[in-house]
């Protein structure tokens, strides 16, 4: 241990303008000690831990503190520096290319008072309550807060979890009850409905914060922010809910602007026994109070914006194919993936449509789960889609191919099959239906009409759009050599299916969406193609267009 | 078995002959003479005689998605403005044939698609009017200018005219179409553009197979010329230029985006690649009319043999 602390004095040492004022010490498992960076005259307390030079869930092992930096960017409320530093295994680099990075944030940050293109959140302690992580999940609303306005607004809890040895429980901000009126948050129906909670907002249009980007941590540093007119509704709020009615506690989102048409929302946690104003005698001569703040730990529980362009921030499909209405036709192996995929790209309207039941046994190639048992398809992808994104609509039909069928023997009714099919931009035909590709050619639909199927063993995909879906299908599949002979016939089953695994089939379809979602991208149209697969040596997928 | 490639595009263009559906054509015929009777007595002395100016004028039609186009030459002095000239004749038009045919406006044309008869036959004419640059100048110089109702290649919504010689443009490439294996290339890929529903001007195909056959006459089979064309337009979509025959100044290349050549040049790409890959691709990308199904292919191949509009192999077994 002593060589390991005699290197690290030695390494520190020898970096230029750098000089040792606080000898490096062995504190439990910690060396700490005191730097000086001359021409700058800032001393920093270096703390280096046990794990060092590796990262401990992916933050640096050394920390360079000074708490007389809080107002600069990029100080965490301890006083710790936030440094952008370099992997590496080897003691002497590592410290070499952190104390260059603290260099860096010197003359970055406190030297020439850098501003950030992106907005930097302010820093909130967030507070464990009764063991509990708490978390307000919040997104867009058509309203435009003004400064001091407050109210109620709704919530539901959304989830119960666990971080680490703590409980977390995860709340939707839903509505806002502003003037009377209800302006919803803007979640899909699904989220929108369900048992509500009530808490209050007040919208400050600036951060509490002290040191420009730490929130206040107590309630009367609260004060200079707030009107009276909140405390009169707090008051009211605490005194007019009767003691048997009221919940533990009462949530407090508090808003501010964050840049130009955009707001974000902090949560406070109010215990209902401890609300934290009071009310002093105005000294006016009249009978009215003046509320205070107690000088009180605000208890801070956490907030996130996961609005549409947060939640979907990291990647989505082209826009072309988010912003459409889309039909899912058969939601077997194929098109379950395809729904997935799409709902996970940002796509907010789906109808998918299948007659078929969900049997454990289609659980291992497709996205369905076993936990959810024996269920209609649709029921069970609708849920599961819904589930993965708080912003799609998702509707379905059971009988849709065979309402096409039926409608199709009556060509007076060809109008009203059109009708149906032309309220959607994208058709994800995943049936293998040939009947209903055959109408498909017959009628006429505006949406991109996108038919995908596989051969046996996943070996081939192939993708037809119009004109000619039937033709080109029946063309096509004869000349790949589907193998139909090697089905699998599990003892009893009277219907044979093909083989190939979740991880055969969607190889294929994922590279089948990338595609056409580039496609889309490139404002190419949609035309025919084939996926064939090899292997020598390597797999490959190989893309035939027609 | 592997597809014979000529013998198949052989059987393409005999089962795509106009002659095939003779009865649809007297019908078109009847009623283009209707029409023309029409506007002829509701303009009088202000229209020369109208004339086809479409596929069938230039020897270059298929017996599928079959239409007229008409051309309607009215004298300068009939109307003050183009626009004034294209609504009169839609307004007469719809006027007349609202009760049976489908009337709109399209691009430099109004379209009228009559119901079905009692044969489920369907006429179609687009009648294009056009008006003379100058007064009394058309007879000599068969010179018109178009109205552009809607967005035209290069040309505006709105804009005043497209001028150009209808006739040139015909003779054009009825002239050059008087080669049989010329007039054959433009056919196919007429029957590959119909089928297919590719969003090309036929006058852009007839053309670009002319400039082909300029840069290098083919020799040899119907499928060793077709892929030389096709070739040809792989190669050089993006760059030929393409005068109108009827104005010069007119680049119908103009008429296609940059984006659209593109895909027209990978349509191109592709299908070689695939029909030389596997010749039964050639029927896909290039059918008979499955109405006039071929003797030969028709009969034993089951590839033709049927007379509705469906494919002949059983449908296959596909998975998802």
Redesign the interface.
């Known amino acids: 241990m002593d060589d390991r602390l005699n290197k690290i004095i030695e390494f520190v040492s020898r970096i230029d303008n750098v000089k040792i004022v606080k000898d490096f010490e062995l504190d439990g498992f910690i060396i700490k000690g005191s730097v000086f960076v001359e021409s700058t005259s800032l001393v920093f307390h270096v703390e280096i831990s046990q794990h060092y030079p590796f990262q401990f869930h992916d933050t640096e092992c050394i920390r360079f503190l000074n708490k007389d930096l809080l107002e600069y960017n990029h100080v965490n409320d301890d006083g710790s520096i936030c440094i952008h530093t370099y992997q590496c295994p080897d003691l002497e680099k590592k410290i070499t290319y952190d104390f260059e990075s603290l260099k860096q944030w010197i003359v970055k940050y406190y030297i020439n008072k850098e501003k950030d293109n992106h907005y930097e959140h302010i820093i909130v302690p967030y507070d464990v309550f009764e063991d509990t992580y708490e978390y307000f999940l919040f997104t867009e609303v058509d309203y435009k807060f003004s400064k001091g306005q407050f109210g109620f607004f709704n919530y539901s809890n959304q989830a119960h979890g666990v971080i680490i040895d703590k409980n977390s429980l995860v709340n939707l901000v839903k509505s806002f009850e502003i003037d009377r009126n209800n302006y919803p948050c803007k979640w899909s129906k699904v989220y929108q409905s369900g048992k509500n909670l009530r808490g209050i907002f007040l919208f400050l249009k600036v951060p509490p914060v002290s040191n420009k980007r730490f929130v206040v941590k107590k309630w009367s540093q609260l004060e200079p922010y707030v009107d009276q007119a909140f405390f009169d509704f707090l008051y009211k709020v605490d005194k007019g809910t009767p003691k048997g009615k009221k919940s533990p506690v009462l949530p407090l989102l508090v808003g501010y602007e964050i840049g130009v048409d955009e707001i974000h929302w902090q949560s406070i946690l109010i215990k209902s026994d401890e609300f934290p104003n009071y009310g002093v005698k105005s000294t006016n001569g009249d009978r009215s109070y003046i509320g205070k703040f107690y000088d009180r730990d605000i208890i801070w529980a956490q907030t996130k914006n996961i609005s549409y362009k947060y939640f979907f921030g990291r990647g989505t499909l082209n826009k072309k194919i988010t912003d459409s209405k889309i039909l899912i036709i058969g939601i077997g192996a194929i098109g379950s993936i395809v729904a997935t995929t799409l709902v996970r790209g940002g796509c907010t309207s789906l109808n998918i449509c299948d007659h078929d039941i969900k049997e454990p046994e289609n659980v291992c190639r497709s996205e369905y789960l076993f936990l959810t048992g024996i269920t209609n398809k649709v029921n069970d992808l609708s849920q599961m889609l819904t589930g993965i994104s708080p912003f799609v609509e998702i509707t379905y039909s059971y009988k849709l191919t065979d309402f096409s069928k039926f409608l199709y023997n009556d060509p007076s009714s060809y109008q009203v099959l059109e009708q149906v099919f032309n309220e959607y931009d994208i058709i994800f035909d995943c049936s293998t239906d040939n009947d209903l590709a055959f109408i498909f050619d017959q009628i006429n639909v505006t949406a991109n009409i996108i038919n995908l199927s596989i051969t046996n063993h996943a070996k081939d995909l192939v993708c037809i759009t119009k004109p000619n879906i039937y033709k080109w299908v029946c063309e096509v599949f004869p000349l790949l050599g589907n193998d139909v002979n090697d089905l699998y016939n599990p003892t009893g089953c009277w219907s044979p299916t093909f083989k190939a695994s979740y991880n055969d089939i969607e190889s294929l379809v994922q590279f089948a969406i990338k595609h056409i979602n580039l496609l889309f991208e490139n404002q190419k149209p949609i035309s025919n193609f084939y996926l064939t697969t090899t292997f020598e040596d390597t797999f490959k997928i190989n893309i035939h267009q027609f | 078995m592997a597809t014979d490639k000529n013998k198949h595009l052989k059987c393409v263009l005999e089962s795509h002959k106009i002659k095939k559906e003779q009865s649809l054509l007297d019908k078109h015929i009847a009623k283009r003479t209707e029409i023309k009777e029409a506007l002829e007595e509701k303009y009088g002395s202000n229209i020369y005689s109208p004339f086809n100016s479409g596929s069938y004028a230039k020897n270059t039609a298929v017996n599928k998605k079959f239409d007229f186009d008409f051309m309607v030459p009215f004298k300068r002095d009939a109307f003050k403005t183009l626009e004034e000239m294209f609504e009169d004749v839609y307004k007469f038009l719809n006027e007349k044939y609202r009760l049976e045919a489908q009337v709109r406006k399209q691009k430099v044309s109004i379209g009228l698609d009559f119901s079905p008869d009692k044969d489920l036959d369907i006429v179609k004419i687009d009648v294009v009017p056009g008006r003379e640059l100058n007064k009394d100048q058309y007879p000599t110089d068969d010179n018109l200018n178009l109205y552009v109702y809607d967005q035209f290649g290069s040309f505006q919504k709105g804009s005043d005219r497209i001028q150009s010689n209808i006739q040139a443009q015909i003779n054009k490439i009825k002239d050059s179409a008087d080669k049989v294996s010329l007039r054959q290339m433009i056919r196919i890929l007429k029957v590959w553009k119909i089928?297919?529903?590719k969003p090309i001007k036929s006058f852009f195909i007839e053309l670009i197979t002319i400039k082909a056959f300029e840069n290098k006459e083919p020799d040899g089979d119907l499928w060793v010329m077709l892929k030389l064309i096709m070739e040809y337009i792989r190669d050089n979509v993006k760059t030929v230029a393409l005068p109108d025959p009827g104005n010069s100044n007119n680049n119908v290349a103009d008429s296609m985006t940059s984006?659209d050549k593109?895909?027209l040049s990978?349509?191109m790409k592709?299908?070689i690649?695939?029909i030389e890959?596997?010749s039964?691709?050639i029927?896909?990308?290039f059918?008979a009319n499955s109405k006039f199904p071929c003797d030969d292919e028709g009969k034993g191949s089951g590839s033709y043999g049927v007379k509705k509009d469906?494919?002949s192999?059983p449908?296959?077994?596909?998975?998802?």
């Open positions: 089928h297919n529903s984006s593109d895909v990978n349509d592709n299908m690649d695939q890959g596997n039964d691709f029927k896909s990308y059918p469906v494919a192999v449908p296959p077994t596909r998975f998802g």
